[in-house]
T-cell receptor, first 111, second 115 residues
Framework: DAKTTQPTSMDCAEGRAANLPCNHS???????VYWYRQIHSQGPQYIIH???NNETNEMASLIITEDRKSSTLILPHATLRDTAVYYC????????????FGQGTELSVKP | ETGVTQSPTHLIKTRGQQVTLRCSSQ?????VSWYQQALGQGPQFIFQ???????GRGNFPPRFSGLQFPNYSSELNVNALELDDSALYLC??????????????FGPGTRLTVL
């Protein structure tokens, strides 16, 4: 079973920041938080990952709480092309590649 | 840099037949993982191949099998197809090194329909 809990769906206005929450209260010390997104019928796209520090790249920012039990993915200026299902995944860096996907959050960016 | 590619894009088979799906890993990657995604669900891990051997398997029956070739490309074979095998099959490649498995990057998938 997935070790993460995410809201089923969220809406966001175009141009505004999209903040997607994820709970992972049973995360262990050496597990990373990964975010992927999947646009309808395409392969999942890697967004960002982190261990305990906040991370930022050209796509998004990842904020991980100090106790590591939850995190937030931030898309700073959402566009219509960001409409997708967003998956938060907890994974051991060296566990051999098994990503356990949950149901994800369906983000709808509206004009 | 070439990304992960999969073939074919779409495939239609009938129940009881066999199917082979193909995946070419991203340049510099030596590990391939396969996932099955049923409609409306998140992807489920089938197995992973590293150094041409299976390196971890999910809860799938033995009629799901795979191969990895010296160039790190991979095949997924499914025998005795069932209607429930209809799904999007995803391949992801990564680099497995001394510190473990790096981030996985996914291909576009193969849509399999079993009639």
């Amino acid at each position: 079973d997935a070790k993460t809990t995410q809201p089923t769906s969220m809406d966001c206005a175009e141009g505004r920041a999209a903040n997607l929450p994820c709970n992972h209260s049973t995360i262990s010390g050496n597990e990373y938080v990964y975010w992927y997104r999947q646009i309808h019928s395409q392969g999942p796209q890697y967004i960002i990952h982190g261990l305990k520090n906040n991370e930022t790249n050209e796509m998004a920012s990842l904020i991980i709480t100090e106790d590591r039990k939850s995190s937030t993915l931030i898309l700073p200026h959402a566009t219509l092309r960001d409409t997708a299902v967003y998956y938060c995944i907890v994974s051991l860096y060296n566990q051999g590649g098994k990503l356990i996907f949950g149901q994800g959050t369906e983000l709808s960016v509206k004009p | 840099e070439t990304g992960v590619t999969q073939s074919p894009t779409h495939l239609i088979k009938t129940r009881g037949q066999q199917v082979t799906l193909r995946c070419s890993s991203q340049s510099g990657h030596n590990t391939v993982s396969w996932y099955q995604q049923a409609l409306g669900q998140g992807p489920q891990f089938i197995f992973q191949y590293y150094r041409e051997e299976e390196n971890g398997r999910g809860n799938f029956p033995p009629r799901f099998s795979g191969l990895q070739f010296p160039n790190y490309s991979s095949e997924l074979n499914v025998n005795a197809l069932e209607l429930d095998d209809s799904a999007l099959y995803l391949c992801a490649s990564s680099r497995f090194g001394a510190s473990g498995t790096d981030t996985q990057y996914f291909g576009p998938g193969t849509r399999l329909t079993v009639l």
